[in-house]
């Protein structure tokens, strides 16, 4: 069974920075998109950050952009999500995520929960003010 295990959430202050992983037991270097969503408090999970593997680009949720970065370390089995310039409505559960067996990089398609399959349990980011 596919597993991803998200790690590295934690309490920081504005301004901060974090930096989430994910490993993927099911990880291979084509066909798939791996996302970063989040959930606050009360809110509805988004999309934050994505990667079609293949070729390792890119694509950032407007409020994220500039601030994040998504990357991968192949060996590693693992994708990461840098934080810097944290605002406390960051605050939220981060979630990995992934979409496999694709023919076709994934930033066309709506950046929604519901294209997903795989999920990891989710990591807590908190940014205080």
Do not use: H
Not at 44 to 65: F, I, K, L, P
Request: aromatic share 10%.
């Amino acid at each position: 069974q596919v597993q991803l295990v998200e790690s590295g959430g934690g309490s920081v202050q504005a301004g901060g920075s974090l930096n989430i992983s994910c490993v993927d037991s099911g990880y291979t270097d084509s066909g798939v998109c791996m996302a970063w969503l989040r959930q606050g408090p009360g809110e509805e999970r988004e999309g934050v950050a994505r990667m079609w593997v293949n070729s390792g680009s890119t694509n950032y949720a407007d409020s994220v952009e500039g601030r994040f970065n998504v990357s991968q370390d192949k060996a590693k089995n693992t994708v990461y999500l840098q934080m810097n310039s944290l605002k406390p409505e960051d605050t939220a559960m981060y979630y990995c995520a992934a979409d496999r067996g694709r023919s076709r990089n994934c930033f066309s398609d709506r950046f929604s929960p519901a294209e997903f399959g795989d999920w990891g349990q989710g990591t807590q980011v908190t940014v205080s003010s």
